[in-house]
């Protein structure tokens, strides 16, 4: 089993800058594949970007493309989102999760098999 807990988030001014931490307990994740997604009210869960697990591979949605950067540190056993020029419509809670098998371009939440809780993020404008 993998466990997975987020920190980092927070309230922020629109052009901010926040970084978001997941580590990892219970097994090393450093074979897995990490996603980050974020949850608006009323909205379905959405897939924000994911690593490889050797970190040489990124994927994006389309709309933090060029704002957000995923790193790992697979001896801190913890994957991060460095999230700069915040807008509003970033506001969400964010989720870590854990991909056994596949790469980072899986976008379906389904398909993870391990989540953290999530850490809530506040844009203001």
């Known amino acids: 089993q993998v466990q997975l807990g987020e920190s980092g988030g927070g309230l922020v001014q629109a052009e901010g800058s926040l970084r978001l931490s997941c580590a990892a307990s219970?097994?090393?994740?450093?074979?897995?594949?990490m996603g980050w997604f974020r949850q608006a009210p009323g909205k379905d869960r959405e897939f924000v970007g994911a690593?490889?697990?050797?970190?040489?591979?990124?994927n994006y949605v389309e709309s933090v493309k060029g704002r957000f950067i995923i790193s790992r540190d697979n001896v801190k056993n913890t994957v991060y989102l460095q999230m700069n020029s915040l807008k509003p419509e970033d506001t969400a809670v964010y989720y870590c999760?854990?991909?056994?098998?596949?790469?980072?371009?899986?976008?379906?939440?389904?398909?993870?098999?391990?989540w953290g809780q999530g850490t809530q993020v506040t844009v203001s404008s």
């Open positions: 999760a854990a991909l056994r098998f596949g790469s980072s371009r899986v976008v379906t939440p389904n398909a993870y098999d391990y």
């Open positions: 219970g097994r090393t994740i450093s074979t897995y594949t």
């Open positions: 690593i490889s697990w050797t970190g040489g591979n990124t």
